[in-house]
T-cell receptor, first 110, second 115 residues
Framework: QQQVKQSPQSLIVQKGGISIINCAYENTAFDYFPWYQQFPGKGPALLIA?????SEKKEGRFTISFNKSAKQFSLHIMDSQPGDSATYFCAAAGANNLFFGTGTRLTVIP | DVKVTQSSRYLVKRTGEKVFLECVQDMDHENMFWYRQDPGLGLRLIYF???????EKGDIPEGYSVSREKKERFSLILESASTNQTSMYLC??????????????FGSGTRLTVV
């Protein structure tokens, strides 16, 4: 059973546009929600993370929106750039483990 | 720069071989993990360890075992490699903060092909 559901599977955005990736979870014990960015041939790298006591976290062009009651969170990439083209994974952490979504392949067209 | 280092980037092994994937971290993290990554399935947890000589099964442990003799090193073992174990294998480590695993750092991965 997939602990974290992620959509869309792939996303194509024009340069300068907004990229939005959505995730949902069921386990209310999750207490940490990171997003990872993965370039081809590399391991995932932490991009931004949020705890459920806040509804939004922004770091540069990247924003996490968190809706605790709906058990949903999303990543917004503002002013998307070709260098943002990568696979993005949302995740949710329990006490010891990190559960991943299935990934979104983002392509930003120049 | 803190690192998780996986010993091999690419491996090709024959069906039935015993395969060892090695991972070393230099961050003094308590927790270490092995994931496999397959298209459309994301990252799935195989095994993890929260202390030396401790191990816990993840979501897909069948066909795998692990060893953690030292804090910095976590090995994944394929006892008898099969073609369905062809995948990208990722090692990660993390530490505890406020009782929560955080600071997950990944290695660059080992792409294993079993022929």
């Amino acid at each position: 059973q997939q602990q974290v559901k992620q959509s869309p599977q792939s996303l194509i955005v024009q340069k300068g546009g907004i990229s939005i990736i959505n995730c949902a979870y069921e386990n209310t014990a999750f207490d940490y929600f990171p997003w990872y960015q993965q370039f081809p041939g590399k391991g995932p790298a932490l991009l931004i993370a949020i705890r459920p006591d806040v509804s939004e976290k922004k770091e540069g062009r990247f924003t996490i929106s968190f809706n605790k009651s709906a058990k949903q969170f999303s990543l917004h990439i503002m002013d998307s750039q070709p260098g943002d083209s990568a696979t993005y994974f949302c995740a949710a952490a329990g006490a010891n483990n990190l559960f991943f979504g299935t990934g979104t392949r983002l392509t930003v067209i120049p | 720069d803190v690192k998780v280092t996986q010993s091999s980037r690419y491996l090709v092994k024959r069906t039935g071989e015993k395969v060892f994937l090695e991972c070393v971290q230099d961050m003094d993290h308590e927790n270490m993990f092995w994931y496999r990554q397959d298209p459309g399935l994301g990252l799935r947890l195989i095994y993890f360890s929260y202390d030396v000589k401790m191990k816990e099964k993840g979501d897909i442990p069948e066909g795998y075992s692990v060893s953690r003799e030292k804090k910095e090193r976590f090995s994944l073992i394929l006892e008898s490699a099969s073609t369905n174990q062809t995948s990208m294998y990722l090692c990660a480590s993390s530490f505890f903060h406020r009782g929560q695993g955080v600071g997950y750092t990944f290695g660059s991965g080992t792409r294993l092909t079993v022929v």
